[in-house]
């Protein structure tokens, strides 16, 4: 007859066993009821050699409300370098009943910069890592989570908003103020969510979070002698689909690739008039699995960017590839998670260096702001393809040169994300440096990015980016 001591111990393992057991099962409990769907974006500007270059992503208008918890140190206003700028990841839930939920998103070589509503923790702390070359000194990851998310399918919510002046309110309706894209993604069947704060309770239809990242991206497009765009594959599964797009002026067209294995060589898309792109796009969202309407919500959120001046690529990021960069967890377990995240990736194509140029020659504002965030690496490229604007230096030899001053010189000057201020000033070049008014040359030595249209009086003419 055993002993009482092993008895005892017997009776102590099978406790353990039992109770390492039901906290195995408690973490990894799927719940049959709840669904999640999220969609979201990838953007990236290829380089010659056609994969992503690195660039500012932050510049530009952020197109959010202001009750959006943002990262607000001195920095990061500077900019962020990376080469990946996540945007508007949303997150949807789907239950006949309440539910409680926690949600943990990891970013692999990135940190997220926006989210809503209020989240439990965000990492890296942006006021310890957030300058402009973090994320190229970093090795590591960030991440963001929601502890306590409660799913009311049944909740008479009243979502936060601005009116027309531009001051904080509440809606209760899935509208929830005016022209902002943010508030499209409203408009789905998913339920409304809570998350209580010190402050208050906070309800929205999604969890929504954006980011930036220096991770590599699973394609590369470049262009051919011939004006193809040839594009490959870089990831270890198939690309569901790949579509180019391009519009100049009011002209825009469009060639769907399919699905692309390894590689594929694309011709530049006939312009004339957009009519079915929308249709196309939300049937390839649709296929993926999103429902109708979050397929018609993701369009509509960036219709007005998708569909700017320009050439890009557009493709489906393989699901292993994205929960890799972007890895879920959800507790309890939802009995289906479906994630469709669409890629971007800006092409810089003769057609938008002519356009440019033109652009630069001409002084036009308004057409320059029409490449936004953009213009600083395309202009950059421009320098590295062209010999004639290779830099401060050439260019100030070449002018210098001839003896002769420069006159009527403008510099198109963007010290924030939102808007440009044009400068219009008198320079002349010395042998070694550009001279410029105290206040300009401050600028420069700070960082600021400028880019500078020259003219010289002797007919020469050309432009220079100047950057720290």
Known sequence: MPSATVRFRVAGIVLFCLTLSASFNAQN?????????????????AGRNGEAVRWLPLRGSTELPRFVEHFSDAQFKLGLAGTVRMETPVLYFYSPYE???SVKVGFSRGVITEWYPHASQVNPDPKKVLDREALFRRHGGGGIEWDSVTVSPNLAARFPGEDRAGDETSYGDSHGGQGNQYYAARRTSA????VKTAASDQQ??????????????????SLSSEGQVR????????????ILFERRGDKLG??????????MSLDPPELGTLESMSRDLEDILTSQG????????????????????GSRLFYIVPSRFLNTILPLTIHPAPSQTVRVFEGRLELITPATTQALEKILASRDITGLQKYDRFLEPILKEMEEANPRCDGRGKAQSQFSSRGEPLQNVIIFFKPFFFFFLLLEISLSLASAELEAEPAVAELLDAGWPCWISLTCTGGGSGWLLAAA
């Open 191 to 194: 339920s409304p969510l809570v």
């Open 99 to 101: 539910a409680v939920v």
């Open 29 to 45: 409990r799927i719940s049959p009821n709840l669904a999640a769907h999220e969609w979201g974006t990838f953007t990236s500007i």
């Open 290 to 309: 999103l429902y109708p309407d979050e397929a018609h919500a993701m369009l509509e959120t960036w219709r007005q960017s998708w569909f700017e001046e």
């Open 254 to 263: 469009y060639r769907l690739g399919g699905a692309l294995p390894s590689e």
């Open 204 to 221: 929205e239809k999604f969890l929504f979070y954006r980011g930036v990242s220096t991770f590599s991206v699973p394609i590369s497009a």
């Open 231 to 242: 594009l490959a594959n870089l990831a270890q599964d198939e690309i569901p689909s790949v």
